[in-house]
């Protein structure tokens, strides 16, 4: 069974960072390109960034360029968010997701709270 488990969230100041971790398992890893995802109290789920499968090319919403970089390690079966300079507006529960193909996203992980202050 696919299993997505996020890990890392927390609460942090205005400027500060953070890193979560994903660790998947039940999947060939290194052949799915993996996701991050964002949903705050009443918004819709926001695309935050994503990594390929082959190159390792990775992807940024716009509200989050430059200041987070994703990263994975095959050989953990792990993907990474460094979230650096975090703002209020990044509180949020962050989701993993991994796809096969590009067309849609096949597994989704429970989420880990990341809260902001100041």
């Known amino acids: 069974q696919v299993q997505l488990v996020e890990s890392g969230g927390g609460a942090v100041q205005a400027g500060g960072s953070l890193r979560l971790s994903c660790v998947a398992s039940g999947l060939t890893f290194s052949t799915y390109g993996m996701g991050w995802f964002r949903q705050a109290p009443g918004k819709e789920r926001e695309f935050v960034s994503r990594?390929?499968?082959?190159?390792?090319?990775?992807y940024y919403g716009d509200s989050v360029k430059g200041r987070f970089t994703m990263s994975r390690d095959n050989a953990k079966n792990t993907v990474y968010l460094q979230m650096n300079s975090l703002k209020s507006e990044d509180t949020a529960v962050y989701y993993c997701?991994?796809?096969?193909?590009?067309?849609?996203?096949?597994?989704w992980g429970q989420g880990t709270q990341v809260t902001v202050s100041s």
């Open positions: 990594i390929s499968s082959s190159t390792f090319s990775t």
């Open positions: 997701a991994a796809r096969s193909t590009s067309l849609w996203w096949d597994y």
